[in-house]
């Protein structure tokens, strides 16, 4: 898929709110799209359209109709639905509708526009996926010629705001020419060295680690030369989405009971057989962890939470704690009682749920989170 309509994907992650379920629809369901027009290169891939929608059904979902048989419908979440583009063997681009339907709506259609066969295409077989983890082996068309071989948090594209494959190299060359110069190399002399941890010829096989749960990764791959501290794109990059499962939950019921006293809420908490350390978060109405009353925790929302514990874990860790240290600092264990004061004329959700670290690991979420309001 090309590159930037894959960062322009990307980067719609959080412009999406998610609407939760409804028992009755109040009138007709509308299904928004983030887009409605998707290019893709002769490659192929995954490619994930997000929406969102208004009076929805409940336990309904989007589906997908298409009458070209290269676009077929890989997954639906709460978010998002994730078309899979075969790659193609012409030397003519070619073109599709793909309607996405939802009870009670309007049809919305989507335009597919996929470009003829890629010269220098790359081929990737992910294997071996789990919470934390996945194999990948990176088949280039042409064995003798370089070629980058990686992967990245996809998030880091939201953060960051590169939207297309040129500012994205631009800027991954810049990080390693400023480590090169850093310790008197040129560009050329230190990408020589990485060799072949992130350079390679001919069929290449990687192996990550120590991965986000749940995250979405890019991995990638694009033709590239080097003279002094210059570089040369030969070819254009290739991409695709893999997406790394939650681990299985462990069943914790934690038991919280709250007690306010004026604007002062005092909270005990009993994590019964849980002998681990689990998170307490409290959550205002206007935040965007606040789910009402009454509606389900979907998928997404789980995820959500789990990235938000992960990511500061990893930065405190970044900092310097240990997986342990931070634990102690942040998370508790056995019973609790604490004492939060609250503005006065708002209503609250309190979230807990475990979280483990093995091995030193990024601390990470282990249950299904329990909520309390107030």
Not at 164 to 193: C, I, K, P
Not at 261 to 271: Q, V
Not at 334 to 356: K, P
Request: hydrophobic share 40%; glycine share 6%.
């Amino acid at each position: 898929m090309k590159i930037n309509s894959m960062f322009s994907i990307l980067l719609g992650i959080l412009a999406l709110v998610f609407v939760g379920c409804e028992t009755q629809p109040k009138g007709d369901s509308v299904i928004a799209l983030d887009t409605y027009e998707l290019n893709v290169d002769g490659g192929g891939g995954d490619i994930a359209l997000y929406y969102g929608i208004t009076n929805p059904v409940k336990n309904a979902k989007p589906t997908m109709v298409s009458a070209a048989d290269w676009i077929t419908l890989k997954d639906v979440t709460d978010s998002k639905i994730v078309l899979t583009v075969a790659s193609s063997d012409s030397n003519e681009e070619r073109f599709a509708f793909v309607t996405i339907k939802y009870p009670n709506a309007e049809d919305a259609k989507v335009y597919v526009l996929q470009d003829k066969q890629l010269l220098n295409k790359f081929k990737f077989e992910v294997s071996d996926v789990t919470y934390k983890s996945c194999k990948v082996k990176y088949i280039p068309l042409e064995a003798s010629r370089p070629y980058m071989a990686n992967i990245i948090d996809a998030e880091y594209f939201r953060q960051s705001g590169i939207s297309d494959e040129t500012m994205f190299v631009d800027a991954e060359m810049s990080n390693y020419l400023a480590l090169a110069q850093r310790n008197n190399m040129t560009l050329e002399e230190l990408m020589g060295r990485v060799s072949p941890q992130l350079i390679y010829m001919g069929n290449a096989e990687r192996q990550f680690s120590g991965m986000q749960p749940g995250a979405s990764y890019l991995v990638y791959s694009y033709g590239i030369e080097f003279t002094g501290n210059s570089y040369t794109m030969t070819t254009p990059m290739h991409s695709t989405i893999v997406e790394l499962p939650m681990p299985e939950m462990y069943d914790v019921d934690f038991n919280i009971v709250t007690k306010m006293t004026g604007n002062m809420l005092n909270i005990s908490i009993d994590p019964k057989d849980w002998n681990g350390y689990y998170y307490i978060q409290i959550a205002p109405e206007d935040s965007l962890q606040y789910i009402e009353p009454g509606t389900p925790m979907g998928n997404e929302q789980i995820k959500a939470l789990a990235t938000k514990f992960y990511t500061s874990a990893r930065n405190a860790m970044k900092g310097g704690l240990s997986a342990e240290q931070y634990l102690r600092t942040n998370c508790y264990m056995g019973f609790r009682s604490l004492d939060v004061q609250l503005t006065a004329d708002r209503n609250y959700m309190i979230i807990v749920f475990a979280v483990e670290s093995k091995d030193g690991e990024v601390p990470h979420m282990r249950s299904i989170p329990v909520l309390k309001y107030i």
